[in-house]
C-alpha cells in the first residue's frame, strides 16, 4: 500500500520545482523531504528524481505519477463537493486571498454581504499576490484566488487549478489637476505620447501594462519616475512629474489634486482578472455562493464589468 503522504511530498517537488521548496511548505525538513521520495521510490520501484547539476528534476515516471495524482485529488474535490450540496445552505470556513486593491474594492465587502446571506459561513481574507496564490491554493490553505492572469500564471491547461475570467479592470490617464487634457471626456494614448510618464518599478506588471499599451500605440514614453506603490505613484503625478496609467479599481488618495481621465480608441489597456480554486474545488456550495457575491460586486462596481473569456 503506497503511503499517501509521500506522494503529497512528490507533489510538492513538482510544484515547486525544488525538493527545499516543497519541504519548506510542508513545514518539513529537506533531509526528510528527500527520505520520503527514496522511500517512494523504493515502493514503487522506480526512480523519482534524477541529478541535474547541483539540483534534481522528476524523472519520466514521476511525471507519469504526478499526473495521476492530480486527476486523483481533483475527482476527489469533486465528491466532496456533491457531498457537501446535501448539506443545504453553504456553511463552514472558506478562505479568500488577492491582492490588495481586490480586497479593499471587493472581498471585504463582499464579507458583509455573505455574513448577512449566509450566516453559517464563515470567511477569512489573506492578501496575496498572484504567484503567492496559486501557492497557497496548492498547499491547501486558500479555498478561493482572486488574481490577475499575467503569463507567468499557470497555464489554462494546467489540470491542478481551475480559474474563471471574472471582470477587467481598464487603466485610466491619470493627470493633475489643470492639465491641458483633463477637462477630457477620454484620451487617446497617441495624444500623450510627448508627456513625461510615471510607471511601475522593472519587473513590475503596472510597467508591463503601460509600455505595452504605449507600443502599441507607436511610441516609448518618456520616464520621470518609477514606483511599486500607487499612492506613490499617484503623489508624483499630483506634482506635476508627468501622467500617469492607473487602474479604475484603485482609489487615489482624495486630498491629491488628481483628475482621471478615461483612455479612448483601439490601446486601451486593461487588467484581466481571475477567480480560482483547485480543479474540482468551484463545485463547493460555499465557492459557488461566493462566487455569486463577486459577480454581484463586479456588476456594482463602476467602470469595471465582466469579460468574456480569458486573455
Known sequence: MIDLRRLHVLRAIAHHGTVSGAAKALHMSTSAASQQIRLL?????????????????????AQVLIAHIDAIEAMWRLAEAELQATEGEPSGMLRLCGFPTAIATLLAPLV?????????????????????????????????????????????????????????????????????????????????EREPWIIGVPGSMHRRH????????????????????WNVIAV??????GVALIPRLVDLPHHL??????????????????????????????????????????????????LPEAP
Open 41 to 61: 521510490a523504493k515502493d514503487l520501484g522506480v526512480p523519482l528524481l534524477e541529478p541535474v547539476g547541483r539540483g534534481v528534476k522528476l524523472s519520466s515516471a
Open 112 to 192: 458583509d454581504t455573505a455574513r448577512a446571506r449566509y450566516p453559517a459561513l464563515e470567511l477569512r481574507l489573506r492578501e496575496a499576490e498572484a504567484s503567492e496564490s496559486f501557492d497557497l491554493l496548492f498547499a491547501g490553505e486558500a479555498d478561493l484566488a482572486l488574481v490577475e492572469a499575467t503569463p507567468d500564471n499557470p497555464p489554462p491547461e494546467d489540470i491542478r487549478f481551475d480559474a474563471q475570467t471574472v471582470f477587467n479592470d481598464p487603466f485610466d490617464l491619470v493627470v493633475p489637476g489643470g492639465h491641458w487634457c483633463a477637462a477630457s471626456a477620454a484620451v487617446d494614448l497617441r495624444e500623450v
Open 210 to 229: 503601460v509600455l505595452t499599451a504605449c507600443s502599441n500605440a507607436g511610441f516609448r514614453p518618456t520616464v520621470t519616475g518609477e514606483a511599486r506603490e
Open 236 to 241: 508624483m503625478v499630483a506634482h506635476q512629474m
Open 257 to 306: 489634486d488628481l483628475v482621471r481621465v478615461p483612455v479612448s480608441g483601439p490601446f486601451t489597456p486593461f487588467r484581466h482578472f481571475q477567480a480560482v480554486t483547485l480543479r474540482g474545488g468551484a463545485r463547493r456550495p460555499s465557492v459557488a455562493a461566493v462566487m455569486e457575491l463577486l459577480n454581484e460586486q463586479v456588476r456594482a462596481a463602476e467602470g469595471i464589468g465582466p
